[in-house]
């Protein structure tokens, strides 16, 4: 229905679909969804929805980047659209952070609906045809100051000592467990760290350039197509044999 929206009211658009993926109500699984797509993706209308506080106080946004770092160079303006609820944060920040921001309150612009709880489709989706067509930002709502969107929500890591002290953000579809870690953080490290987690559960595992590096049954360390650190075992899910899952704590440490 959404997509329907859009081809209505912008019949020459084209629609990319990212993803249809993201656990309910997952917003900092949505976050990492967008801001790993945000360098690949044409420059355009950018409508991400998880919104649990659909209906609520939230406030629906639309917010302008300079094109700049969106799908290359010199492409220039692109919009995202959605909740204000730090979903589109570290997407936004990617692509050079917000230069214009409105808050989509005139509902003029909308279209008419039978409740409040499908944002998707009765605003944004109205919201982001009409940007097609090439309506002004400011045509469609009252402006806010971009400092005051809600920040993103994805962890950093830290050290204390030689201990680094990292978090899951994401399994994939083989079981792969990404860390947000950047591989610099280790660079200085051995090939071998201690790798500990929940109740003094502790592996080695080994920095590898490749899944089919790694030997049956041993823990790699990988950077994977996002460009960072990641858990991971050869055609077995690292997720089930180490029983991680996104949000838990994991920290590397040289082996004792």
């Known amino acids: ?110 279209l008419p609906s039978p409740g409040p709880t499908f944002a998707g489709r009765d605003v944004f989706a109205p919201v982001a045809g009409h940007l097609c067509n090439g309506m002004d930002l400011s045509d469609l709502g009252p402006a806010v100051d971009p400092v005051t969107l809600r920040p993103g929500i994805l962890p950093l890591s830290r050290r204390e000592g030689e201990k680094l002290l990292a978090e899951v953000l994401w399994v994939d579809c083989f079981g792969n467990v990404q860390l947000n870690l950047d591989p610099d953080e280790i660079a200085g490290e051995g090939d071998r760290l201690a790798l500990r987690w929940g109740h003094d559960q502790v592996r080695t595992a080994r920095r590898a350039p490749a899944y089919g590096d790694l030997k049956p049954g041993e823990v790699g360390l990988v950077v994977d197509s996002y460009g960072l650190v990641s858990l991971a075992l050869d055609r077995r899910s690292a997720a089930e044999e180490l029983r991680l899952a996104p949000g838990d704590a994991v920290t590397l440490a040289p082996p004792s």
């Open 1 to 110: 229905m959404v997509k329907s929206v859009i081809r209505t009211m912008a019949p020459q658009v084209t629609v990319v679909d990212i993803t249809h993926g993201i656990p309910p109500h997952d917003v900092r699984a949505g976050s990492l969804a967008l801001v790993r797509s945000v360098q690949y993706l044409l420059p355009g209308v950018v409508l991400a929805v998880v919104d649990p506080g659909v209906g609520t106080e939230r406030r629906a946004v639309a917010v302008e980047v300079g094109g700049d770092d969106v799908g290359g160079d010199d492409v220039g303006t692109a919009f995202f659209v959605g909740p204000d609820n730090g979903l589109m944060a570290a997407a936004v920040a990617m692509a050079g952070g917000a230069t214009r921001a409105v808050e989509l309150s005139d509902d003029s612009y909308h």
